[in-house]
């Protein structure tokens, strides 16, 4: 819900007994049962700050004032309801809100506040509710909540389903850092109900909460499923220059089709970086043309025409070109040629940089016919910033296509091998391979001989997409980081024969039509891939009408595997729910943690009501802190508050072990900024948010502890996570710091035996301890936000 502004102000109490500044790290106690307990704490957490704050004036608290709703904003969504002072019914005073409504509506009122940022406040109200119903997957109904000024849940309080008498609620939660709150009241919300509520004697009250506030780990496991190692996933997916920061091709327009701009931007200028060709050598003495009628691959090739009958050396080049000393590239390309004395073309290849040759290659004895040929390139000098030059000695025509510069040490399916070895050290459970772009995608254009695959123009992010990355190279990337493949099928404008014809390609026998068609292109045995998604980010009648029959024909191509749904719905459930492994969603607002959660319990009810006791399970295909934000407000994705935002999401789907078994980070490179790789030319960095996960994924197979605190997990800016590993013998927790301070919290361990001595800790903090949470790495200083190992002594029981 998104209500207008109405803000009242508190000021800070001076006698405030929040202490602020006092040490780096949280303590903690970790347990020791039997020999040979691994102690681990780890501590993701940044510095923020808050002070017990006056009580703030929430105004008409009592609904006393005439109208009933003054300094409220009422909004309702649905049939109109009654809404009303009651004077017979009230809590306190003379009356109380009334609203009532028998037909389906939602409807809440809301009060915007600023309040001292980091404060701790606690919102009582009263509720009565008499026949209140919602439509099945409701859960907010007669109850109070903490948003943001945008609405965005923050906190939510008990729903009062049915009658009810007075009940005092209450939400304890912290002021956000923007210190911008706000109060909602809702009859039903989320969804439409019907029926009577009655709110009364409205307050808000500061709470002194010392940083030495108290936590208990308990050993009772919250959930009896371990967090799985596919909760840790990746996603992949042709976007601008994702695919090719991971790519070691070093040529940029390699079929000569031309440049196409980016259809969205984050620096604008700078953000596309693809390279161009230019003529080169005895320029004035040529003319050059993208020749249509004489491609070799794709819509054109290049020709190269000397014009005068005087001998003259011309080509083309590229800019750009990085190389090492020593280590060799392989050069392959597409040409012909033709003189005017009909003798052999001969093309000489070079790189050169920093005034001085490189390395050089020569390939001789083209003529008229199409030839693909390959050469060696040894760089004698490093270089940042070479030209590839490609020339050759007129009269004559020269044709080229499909130029290719790959340094022999890329990994198979032409990876860059500082990128597969980031990946490895990262361990992803599963990588989606998806996205937008899926819609439009055919899958048949990406195999093959890469050099006869087509470019084409990326329809929905823009740029020209070099189609050398298709499924076969996709799950070869997997196999050489050690995560499972999860490929995603188009469903818009293709039948459930084509998804099945992808799934017999990928694990069919090779006597299978298009089990031969990949065994022709080099993989014989079938790859196994276990998961398949059906469509990216579809809803909609048509969809829920067909994806049982996409369902049934992809497991008639191989029973075994596993199948994603997209966007999930009851009519998804109903008509598929007996085929369907998993639903789902994309989370794309996860600071938002009350109202991501919110979400994860209604599916989690959705799949109970209309599941027919199957066990289908939640993966979270897609998600991070935003989808959006284009321009200069991406750059917060590559923040240490992006890391610790992320964090939370982390803690908060592990404690959904059992429902939320599978979830993909987005994005895995660059995309303008969402990447947690971010590279260029041959420099790398890693995000903090790939620091976060690096340490989220040892807790894979490990159970969620009962954690008890004195603020809902998504009110308090510490938020504090424990997975016990199923041998008892490694307790692991991760305390989160979103604040701008230092927070001390004692960690008490509760039916854990004798706490081992001392305790590993693992900490992702700003090097400089600049106090801003916008500070992240860079090409400049890429070790800014790191993890810094260090142990601490434990204290007693």
């Known amino acids: 819900k998104s209500l207008p502004r109405n803000d009242r102000r508190a000021s800070p109490s001076p006698d405030s007994d929040e202490r602020q500044g006092r040490g780096q790290r949280p303590s903690g106690f970790v347990a020791k049962q039997g020999a040979g307990l691994a102690a681990l704490l780890f501590a993701l957490f940044f510095t923020a700050g808050g002070s017990l704050a006056a009580e703030p004036l929430i105004e008409n608290a009592g609904f006393e004032a005439k109208p009933v709703t003054q300094g409220w904003s009422v909004h309702v969504y649905g049939a109109p309801p009654e809404i009303g002072a009651d004077g017979a019914v009230s809590r306190e005073g003379a009356a109380s809100l009334r609203i009532s409504s028998t037909e389906p509506s939602d409807v809440a009122l809301g009060q915007n506040l600023s309040l001292p940022p980091g404060a701790v406040y606690r919102l009582r109200g009263w509720v009565r509710t008499r026949d209140l119903q919602a439509a099945p997957g409701v859960t907010v109904a007669g109850t109070y909540q903490i948003q943001t000024h945008e609405g965005a849940t923050r906190v939510t309080g008990k729903s009062h389903f049915g009658t009810n008498d007075w009940t005092e609620e209450e939400i304890r939660f912290r ?48 959930r009896e499923v371990p967090i799985s190692p596919l909760q840790f996933g990746q996603f992949v997916e042709h976007l601008c220059d994702l695919v090719p920061g991971m790519h070691a091709e070093r040529i940029d327009d390699d079929s000569f089709e031309g440049c196409v701009p980016y259809r969205f931007k984050y620096r604008g200028d700078v953000d596309d970086r693809t390279r161009t060709w230019y003529p080169s050598g005895a320029v004035h003495a040529g003319d050059y043309l993208r020749d249509p009628d004489n491609a070799w691959n794709g819509k054109a090739s290049l020709r190269i025409r000397s014009a005068g009958p005087e001998p003259s050396t011309l080509g ?11 280590k060799p590239l392989r050069l392959r390309l597409a040409l012909r040629g033709e003189r005017t004395d009909e003798k052999p073309v001969t093309v000489t290849a070079a790189i050169g940089g920093r005034g001085s040759m490189l390395a050089k290659a020569t390939i001789e004895e083209i003529g008229p016919n199409w030839t693909v040929r390959e050469v060696r390139l040894v760089p004698t000098a490093n270089c940042v910033d070479g030209t590839l030059s490609i020339e050759f000695r007129g009269p004559g025509t020269l044709w080229l296509d499909r130029v290719s510069l790959v340094p022999e040490d890329a990994c198979p399916g032409g990876w ?25 995608y055919e899958w048949e254009s990406g195999i093959g001989p890469v050099e006869k695959r087509t470019p084409f123009a990326d329809p929905y992010w823009g740029g020209l997409n070099a189609n050398n990355v298709g499924i076969d190279e996709f799950v070869g990337l ?37 089990s031969a ?18 469509g990216n980010e579809i809803s909609g009648a048509e969809y829920e009408r067909t994806v049982a029959n996409f369902a049934r024909a992809m497991r008639a191509a191989d029973p075994s595997i596993k199948l994603l749904s997209a966007f999930p719905s009851e009519a998804v459930v109903q008509n598929a729910g007996e085929l369907l492994d998993f639903l789902c969603p994309h989370h794309y607002a996860v600071a938002n943690l009350a109202g991501t959660e919110a979400d994860i319990i209604a599916l989690r009810d959705l799949v109970r009501r209309l599941g027919r006791g199957r066990d289908i399970r939640l993966a979270v295909t897609e998600w991070n802190t935003t989808a959006g934000g284009w321009e200069l407000g991406r750059r917060e994705l590559l923040t240490l508050s992006n890391a610790l935002k992320c964090a939370r999401y982390h803690n908060l789907i592990g404690r959904h072990s059992d429902f939320v078994e599978m979830a993909n980070r987005s994005n895995m490179t660059n995309s303008f900024c969402s990447g947690i790789i971010q590279t260029k030319g041959p420099d790398l960095y890693l995000a903090p948010t790939y620091h976060a996960q690096a340490l989220y994924v040892r807790a894979a197979g490990s159970f969620p502890l009962h954690v008890e605190t004195s603020l809902e997990p998504a009110a308090d800016e510490v938020d504090v996570f424990a997975a016990m590993s199923p041998d008892t013998k490694t307790l692991r927790i991760y305390a989160v710091n979103e604040s701008a301070m230092p927070r001390e919290r004692r960690i008490h361990l509760a039916g854990l035996g004798t706490p081992a001595s001392r305790a590993r800790v693992f900490s992702l903090a700003d090097r400089d301890r600049a106090g801003e949470r916008t500070v992240g790495n860079s090409f400049a200083d890429p070790d800014r936000i790191r993890t810094v190992e260090s142990e601490i002594a434990i204290a007693g029981p």
């Open 175 to 222: 002021v956000p850092p923007d210190g911008q709150v706000r109060v909602a009241v809702f009859f039903v919300g989320f969804g439409k109900g019907t029926g009577e509520a009655w709110f009364d004697d409205v307050r808000l009250e500061p709470v002194a909460l010392s940083d030495a506030e108290r936590i208990v780990i308990r050993a009772e496991r919250m």
């Open 316 to 326: 083309v080049s590229q800019d750009g070109i990085w190389v090492h000393a020593g």
């Open 416 to 440: 860059r091998p500082d990128v597969v070895n980031a990946l490895k050290e990262l361990k992803p459970g599963i990588i989606r391979f998806g996205g937008s772009l899926l819609e439009w």
């Open 478 to 514: 997997c196999r050489l980081v050690g995560a499972e493949p999860l490929v995603c099928v188009r469903w818009s404008g293709k039948t459930p024969q084509d998804a099945a014809n992808e799934v017999e390609y990928l694990n069919g026998a090779a006597t299978t039509p298009y």
């Open 517 to 534: 068609k990949r065994a022709a292109n080099g993989q014989r045995e079938p790859y196994g891939v276990k998961y398949f998604q059906i």
